[in-house]
């Protein structure tokens, strides 16, 4: 059990800069640097045509989903859950996706803070999905 807990947590230690790093270069491969009309200099990546086809082909459920679970990792699961309930609120077109993003945000929960801990942010949001995504993680 120890040995696998270290051994996700190296991967995340791996894939979590690469992902923020790639997020920060999407964040601003397109800024406009000077306001002289729709003809403005442009920044942009090498690579950020490809980058930025693929961006805009990502469904708004699985942007959510990534936005809540960095949150995860930089906060806490109930604050993640808080926000998926504001989002599915917000745009009910989220709630055919709220229990497989509730889910996802379990099984990373019991990845951070083992399954006891994880299960004590449990709460009803998306019905007992976040509880399932834990129960699947630990058995």
């Not at 806490?76 to 709220?98: K, W």
Request: charged share 20%; net charge positive; aromatic share 2%.
């Amino acid at each position: 059990m120890t040995h696998t807990a270290r051994r996700i947590g190296r991967s995340l230690a791996l894939v979590l800069p690469v992902v923020l790093v790639l997020s920060g270069t999407l964040a601003v491969a397109r800024v406009p640097w000077s306001t002289s009309g729709p003809e403005s200099q442009v920044l942009t990546a090498a690579s950020s045509e490809k980058v930025n086809v693929r961006a805009k082909s990502r469904a708004p459920q699985d942007i959510l989903r990534d936005k809540l679970l960095l949150e995860l990792q930089e906060k806490e699961p109930g604050v993640a859950l808080t926000h998926l309930q504001r989002e599915v609120e917000r745009r009910p077109s989220l709630a055919a996706h709220c229990k497989s993003i509730a889910r996802s945000l379990g099984r990373a929960a019991v990845k951070q803070y083992g399954p006891t801990r994880a299960q004590s942010f449990s709460r009803p949001v998306c019905d007992t999905s976040f509880a399932s995504g834990v129960a699947q993680q630990t058995g």
